[in-house]
């Protein structure tokens, strides 16, 4: 017997099937979505849908558009993959968490480079005050 709860299980199978059906989409200004989750209630009623894109903001701006006018295909889509007895309401949400990752480590890059050049400053500072 699985230990998950069925939302969890089901939440799984809607990414994977919402993943390949935005893969297979073609719509003009639509970027390189990924669906990186899916949050469903307990009641499987609601699906909210966390996805990212890649590239410049104009881009992530008119996926985001594609997206909210698409809902009803990309449920009609999921709902002859998906053998449910009744197709969540999707609701889709932005995930920028690769984006503030990407912030962190060019913060941490640069304290460490800081971290080295006062060192090296150092030194050389030392040897004009004992001069």
């Not at 893969?23 to 979505?33: A, D, I, R």
């Not at 966390?50 to 104009?58: A, H, L, N």
């Amino acid at each position: 017997m699985l230990a998950y709860k069925r939302s969890t299980r089901v939440a799984e199978l809607i990414l994977q099937e919402l993943s390949k059906i935005i893969l297979e989409f073609n719509k003009p200004g639509l970027g390189f979505v990924t669906v990186t989750g899916v949050k469903l209630t307990d009641d499987l009623l609601d699906a909210r849908v966390f996805y990212s894109v890649i590239g410049t903001p104009e881009v992530v701006e008119s996926s985001k558009i594609i997206l909210q006018k698409s809902i009803g295909h990309l449920r009609h889509e999921l709902a002859s993959r998906v053998n449910l007895r009744r197709t969540p309401t999707l609701f889709f949400q932005y995930d920028d968490t690769s984006q503030k990752a990407q912030k962190i480590f060019e913060l941490l890059h640069k304290i460490e480079q800081e971290k080295i050049e006062p060192k090296k400053t150092r030194r050389k500072t030392t040897k004009k005050k004992n001069a």
